[in-house]
C-alpha cells in the first residue's frame, strides 16, 4: 500500500499506468482533473485476468474519492467527497466502508487500508476546495 500526491498533481503523474488507462477511456472527465490524494489497497478483485486478481485503488480526483480496479472487465465507482465524511473505518477488518452511491439500492462498498492512509484520506476530503470537475458516470 503506497500514498501518493499530497500536493495537487495531475492524474497523469500520480497514478500507474494501467489505471490512467482505464480512467482515460471510462472516466475522461477525471483522467483530466488534479489528484490530491492515491493509495493501492490490500483488495483485490477479480476483473477478468486470467491468472491475477486487480489491486483496487483509490484516489481524490478533483472533488471526488475514484475508485479504480484495472482488467479487462474494469470496476470504477466514484462518491462526491461530501459523501467520503460519512465513510467509516472499521478497525477490525481494515477496512474503510463507503455509503452507497446514487440509490439506495446499490450496496456499500469496502477497500481495504491501512488505518494511516484511511486517516490521511478522511483529511484530505475535509481539506479539499469547491468542484473542479464535472463529468457523467461512466456507468451511464
Known amino acids: 500500500m503506497t500514498a501518493a500526491a499530497p500536493q ?3 492524474a497523469s503523474a ?5 489505471v ?3 480512467l482515460s477511456a471510462r472516466f475522461p472527465a477525471a483522467a483530466a482533473a488534479p489528484v490530491h490524494w492515491q493509495a493501492e489497497s490490500a483488495t483485490r478483485l477479480d476483473t477478468g485476468s486470467w491468472l491475477r486478481r486487480a489491486a ?9 474519492l475514484v475508485v ?5 472487465r474494469p470496476l470504477i465507482r466514484h462518491w462526491p467527497l461530501a459523501a467520503v465524511a460519512k465513510a ?3 478497525h477490525v477488518t481494515g477496512q474503510l466502508v463507503l455509503p452507497p452511491g446514487r440509490s439506495a439500492f446499490e450496496p456499500t ?4 487500508l491501512d488505518p494511516f492512509l484511511a486517516r490521511s ?11 473542479t470537475f464535472r463529468g457523467t458516470s461512466p456507468d451511464a
Open 20 to 22: 490512467r488507462k482505464t
Open 88 to 90: 467509516v473505518y472499521n
Open 109 to 112: 462498498f469496502a477497500v481495504a
Open 14 to 18: 500520480g497514478l500507474p499506468a494501467d
Open 56 to 64: 483496487v485503488h483509490a484516489a481524490v480526483i478533483g472533488d471526488r
Open 68 to 72: 479504480v480496479a484495472p482488467g479487462p
Open 121 to 131: 484520506l478522511l483529511a484530505v476530503a475535509s481539506s479539499t476546495p469547491s468542484p
Open 8 to 10: 495537487s498533481t495531475t
